[in-house]
């Protein structure tokens, strides 16, 4: 009984609490409390100093929102205001409207800096009874039977998040178009009830997880983003294009691969996390898609930085700088360890060894390197190189020396031999250059003493030029058609011994110990 008693004390307060808040609020408009029975629509036609306002809203259609019974709290503009607003631009005349009015009542006696969503999505506050979102009050709290309207002595400037910016701005039309190409309408279960079903706009290039380079349309995303106007994307494009040359027998289908994988290459370096005001004080920055840019005053220095409603854009005019190996020219890393993507030959065996802080040779890769090794023949092993592009190379082959088996193999050696198989670009199939000189000194891969404790390196080829890529882009991986198992590498490197017969186990042994293979690119 006790319990029933508190809770009825409690409600009772509550509603009290609840009047008393209600009292106030009416008696800060009328001294009666009384509400007035007109609506927002009413006081905006009714008030001759905003006249323009109130036609941008009839001619908007939002006039049908301030006459409802829904509550909405406008912040109108005063004439003067708006004397140079094009009344013909339906589309500049939405958008100002949306970014005066929001939903619920929000008086000025509103916490400072809470944040209001307006009708467009936008997040904006008071900064104090007086200034609503840097703009300030020229009259308030005038209520309506379905809200309140406050007077403005200016309007509230727009600011555009990046997808909108992209948009209304023609000399940005590029980018957006190329952003847009990839919308796609999806099924919407929680939104669709029984028979009527609810389809919804979807840009993977924007939303997925792994590959998109993120939610720019969103008002509640934070985000800086660098964006290339049609020159600065013509130029980049013209740049970034052949390295991703192919071969299609339908030569569209070629084109429209290179086109779609040109325009990734640029995006995978503009959008990172959160508001970067000052990137030259940073050591480094990590874009959306996982790239990490390291010179980051030269990688911002010439644009110029403006507010986005969801954060910070950097205005690249006519030149845009991409820190190609950073971005999308990337160094290709093949750890010889991993077993997908390797193969041996008949009779040769190959053998994952670990190291650690003890062993006699330091700087492994991943701690960890392939041995391998044929008792019987010519020991060989293939590697795939994944995500070739079409452009020149440096290749190397870190080695490590034999003494990582003990002291008694530390002069061991022997000698090697190269075979790089990849694709065409004026026809189907692939050509091949090796390196097998019997005579090449530098073919000759084993220890020189027992100090020789460190990975060796074998430039294998300098600039060596490949005329096609080999290359599937975050786009590909996205089609829910495709999978990882459908990835065909055409690029190959062999590695195997050079060995007589008569030189076994006299000069050298049928044995090597990998580490990894780096294709690092050539500007």
């Not at 629509?41 to 941008?56: G, K, P, V």
């Not at 020991?379 to 070739?388: C, H, N, W």
């Amino acid at each position: 009984m006790k319990q029933i008693n508190k809770g009825i004390i409690c409600l009772l307060s509550g509603m009290a609490l609840f009047v008393s808040c209600n009292d106030e609020w009416d008696a800060h408009y009328d001294r009666n409390g009384s509400v007035p029975q007109v609506s927002l629509m009413d006081l905006l036609r009714n008030d001759a100093s905003l006249s323009t306002f109130t036609q941008i809203v009839e001619i908007t259609g939002t006039d049908s929102l301030l006459v409802s019974d829904q509550t909405y709290t406008v912040w109108a503009p005063v004439n003067e205001a708006l004397t140079n607003v094009d009344m013909t631009d339906r589309a500049a005349l939405e958008r100002l409207v949306k970014n005066h009015i929001a939903r619920y009542t929000n008086p000025t006696s509103t916490q400072p800096g809470k944040y209001i969503y307006m009708l467009n999505g936008k997040r904006m506050a008071y900064d104090d009874a007086e200034s609503f979102n840097g703009t300030s009050l020229e009259d308030g709290n005038e209520r309506a039977i379905n809200g309140v309207l406050h007077k403005l002595r200016d309007t509230i400037p727009y600011r555009y998040n990046f997808y909108e910016y992209l948009s209304v701005y023609p000399e940005y039309s590029k980018v957006y178009e190329f952003i847009n190409r990839f919308v796609e309408k999806r099924y919407d279960a929680s939104a669709s009830v029984g028979t009527d079903s609810v389809f919804v706009d979807y840009n993977p290039m924007l939303y997925s997880y792994y590959y998109g380079i993120g939610h720019i349309d969103d008002e509640d995303s934070l985000y800086t983003m660098i964006l290339p106007d049609n020159a600065a994307w013509d130029k980049a494009y013209a740049h970034i294009s052949p390295y991703f040359t192919t071969y299609n027998a339908n030569e569209a289908v070629a084109d429209s691969i290179r086109d779609v994988q040109t325009g990734q290459a640029i995006l995978n370096g503009l959008t990172f996390r959160g508001k970067v005001d000052d990137p030259a004080s940073k050591d480094s920055l990590v874009t959306v898609t996982g790239n990490v840019i390291y010179q980051t005053s030269r990688y911002f220095a010439p644009y110029t930085k403006l507010d986005a409603s969801n954060g910070l854009m950097y205005l690249a005019e006519g030149d845009l700088i991409l820190d190609d190996t950073c971005t999308w020219n990337k160094e290709i890393l093949v750890e010889a360890e991993y077993l997908n993507g390797r193969t041996t030959s008949t009779s040769t065996s190959a053998y994952v060894r670990n190291t650690d802080v003890n062993s006699a040779v330091q700087g492994v890769s991943n701690n960890s390197y392939l041995e391998v090794t044929n008792a019987t023949g010519t020991a060989e092993v293939t590697f795939e190189i994944p995500q070739i592009l079409a452009g020149k190379y440096d290749v190397y082959v870190d080695f490590v020396p034999p003494v990582i088996d003990g002291v008694a193999l530390a002069e061991e050696k022997t000698r090697l031999e190269f075979r790089l198989v990849y694709p065409r670009a004026d026809r189907n199939g692939t050509s091949n250059i090796s390196r097998d000189d019997d005579d090449d000194p530098d073919l000759i891969i084993g220890g020189d003493s027992v100090g020789d404790n460190k990975v060796k390196t074998l430039k294998v080829w300098s600039a060596l030029e490949l005329p096609a890529a080999n290359y599937y882009d975050g786009m590909w991986f996205m089609d829910e058609n495709n999978s990882t198992d459908d990835v065909k590498v055409r690029t190959t490197l062999r590695i195997r011994t050079n060995v007589k017969a008569s030189e076994v186990n006299v000069k050298y042994r049928r044995r090597f110990r990998v580490d990894r293979i780096r294709f690092v690119p050539v500007p």
